[in-house]
């Protein structure tokens, strides 16, 4: 019986020193110190061109997060660096660059960035009133309006029956970033950001431009809030015609506008306005109860062969 307790003391005390091993071995952070804008210039100077400027570094900590429910969060401590530069046109854009993700990640990210700040710089701040739309600002954030790229397979839902084509459509979508990413780490591939290509961008990744546009007009009525909104719908659409016309009508958007980011209702009753442009033609959904949705799929098949 004494063996037996003596046992049971040495199995409870290695297992406590396991524990307390375990417990300090999650609350050591993930360290990052390679210094990026050495070790990648070459790479930098290929995609921002011979004259971007290299902010100080930053260095981020994140704490690591331990409850007792069980969840557990690691911790980081990282450096970041503001890349500047400019564009064939002249205008300013501001990239992060960090030492915790791969080069050929952030690339990805920065083109999303730097095309969302293009397109409502160009298209949508300058033309509209300041003040039309709530929250519409060059920053790279989700307010009540914003301008959302992505890139591949964008179909993020499925019915019971299309549960097999969706995996087959998700299985697509990740060899083709898998296949864009062994392309990107390439030099002669790397996306020449001070000289994008906007008009032939469409051309070279399978693009959708999500544009939501939150009016800000909740204190009109009657006769002067319907021609406030109907004059914004069609300046809306022109918007999107000048787009398409830019792109040598190769462009992916989807434009949706609300009236107080769908608080209030539109003039005509509408919780919102949606409307598509698919390849460069104009898509109507019909009478679809779930219009976005059936337009993600579209999308997906009008690129099948493709990207996928």
Known sequence: MKTFFKLLLL????LGIMQTGTNLYRNIPHIYQDDYPSLYQTELQIMFGPD????EKKTIRIETENCDCGYHSDGYIYDEWEITYQD?????YTQILNNMDPLVNQQLFWLKNQLSVYYKQNYLISLFPQGTFQDLTLEDYFGKSYCFISI???VSSYTIDEKEEYEKAQAAGEEYKKRLWENLRQEENMIPFYKLDYNNIFNYYPLLVSINLSIDDESLQGAEKEIHEEQI???ALK????LNRDTGHTCNVHLYLSSNNGSCDLYDG????SYYILRGKWYDPKESKNQYRDFQWQFFYEYKGIYW
């Open 11 to 14: 199995f409870l005390t290695v």
């Open 52 to 55: 971007y400027q290299v902010g």
């Open 88 to 92: 064939q046109n002249g205008h300013s």
């Open 152 to 154: 591949g397979n964008p």
């Open 233 to 235: 719908r069609q300046e």
């Open 239 to 242: 918007i999107m015609e000048d």
């Open 270 to 273: 509408s919780r919102n306005w």
